[in-house]
C-alpha cells in the first residue's frame, strides 16, 4: 500500500514559463493519457483520425501520450515491433506538426521522450508546469502527477527518475533490458489497478499554491483519469479551478475519446469524439 504525505506537505511552488497564444490562434485543444500502444489499435486509430482533423490552431497534449517511452533509440530499432510502432506515431505528428504548432509536455509514462524525437517530429517540449496566456486569461499546465502528494512513494519515485544521472544510466542499458524493466513497470502498475488500490488525487492546497504563484486562474491537467470540472476558490476574483483531462480508451464502453478545446469567447468545453471509422 502507498504511504500518505502528512497534511502539511505541499509541492513545490514554481513560477512557470509562459506560451502567450499570438492573436491569430481562435481554437485550442488539450489532450492527455492516451496511453498510446500497438495492441489497442482502436485508440490507436482514434488518435490518427484527430490529429489529421483537429480544427484547432495548436494543439497541446499534456503528458502519457504513450504508454512507455524507453528513449529515442527505440525509433531506430528497425527489427523491433515497439521500434515500428513508434515509427508510425511519429509520421502521425509530423503530419500534425505540419499544420499546426503541437506542444508536448512528459508525462508519468512517457518522461524519457527527448529533444531528437521531438525536433524530428517538429513538436515543442514543455517544462511542467507551463503557463498560458490565451483570451485574456491566463491557465496553468500540468501533467498533474506532481500534484497528488498523498501517495509518497510515487512522488520518491518521481524525483529519482527525473533526475539527469538516473536517465542517462537507464538510456544506457541495451534496449533489450530497458524493455524488460518497463514491462516489469508497467505489470506493477497493472497488478495495483486490479487489487482495487487507491490512488492520490490532485492536492487542493497544492493546486492553489501554484495557480497563485503564477497569477493563473485555472489549471488544466490530466493523469489522474477522473475527468471533471473542479472550483477550487470563489473568494476573491478571478475564481480559481482545475480542469482534469479524460484519459482514452476507444474499446472502453462507452468509449473515452475526449478533448478539451477553449475557442476565444467562450468558455472551455470537452469535445466527445467517435471512434475512428
Known amino acids: 500500500m502507498p504511504r500518505h504525505a502528512p497534511e502539511n506537505q505541499h509541492a513545490e511552488t514554481v513560477t512557470a514559463s509562459t506560451v502567450t497564444a499570438p492573436a491569430h490562434w481562435r481554437t485550442l485543444d488539450f489532450i492527455s493519457d492516451l496511453h498510446l500502444q500497438a495492441s489497442e489499435p482502436a485508440t490507436v486509430a482514434a488518435w490518427q483520425h484527430y490529429m489529421a482533423s483537429t480544427p484547432a490552431d495548436a494543439l497541446f497534449i499534456l503528458g502519457d501520450l504513450f504508454e512507455v517511452w524507453v528513449g529515442d533509440g527505440i525509433i531506430l530499432a528497425s527489427d523491433d515491433p515497439d521500434g515500428a510502432f513508434a515509427r508510425q506515431c511519429q509520421q502521425v505528428l509530423q503530419a500534425a506538426c505540419a499544420r499546426m504548432p503541437v506542444y508536448f509536455m512528459h508525462g508519468n509514462r512517457d518522461f524519457l521522450l527527448g529533444e531528437d524525437f521531438a525536433r524530428v517530429c ?32 510515487y512522488q520518491q519515485f518521481r524525483l529519482q527518475v527525473r533526475q539527469a544521472a538516473w536517465q542517462a544510466n537507464f538510456l544506457a542499458k541495451p534496449l533489450a533490458e530497458r524493455q524488460e524493466i518497463a514491462r516489469g513497470l508497467r505489470s506493477q502498475s497493472e497488478s495495483r489497478k486490479a487489487s482495487g488500490a487507491h490512488y492520490a488525487d490532485v492536492d487542493t492546497a497544492a493546486a492553489l499554491s501554484w495557480l497563485r504563484a503564477n497569477h493563473a486562474s485555472t489549471l488544466i491537467h490530466g493523469h489522474t483519469h477522473r475527468p471533471r470540472d473542479h472550483v477550487l476558490d470563489t473568494t476573491t476574483p478571478p475564481v480559481l479551478c482545475r480542469l482534469v483531462l479524460s484519459d482514452w480508451d476507444a474499446a472502453a464502453q462507452p468509449p473515452r475519446l475526449e478533448v478539451l478545446r477553449l475557442a476565444a469567447g467562450h468558455p472551455p468545453r470537452r469535445v466527445v469524439l467517435a471512434p475512428a471509422p
Do not use: I
Open 122 to 153: 517538429g513538436m515543442t517540449l514543455l517544462p511542467d508546469p507551463t503557463q498560458l496566456d490565451f483570451d485574456g486569461r491566463r491557465y496553468l499546465l500540468s501533467h498533474g502527477d506532481a500534484l497528488c502528494l498523498g501517495d509518497v512513494d
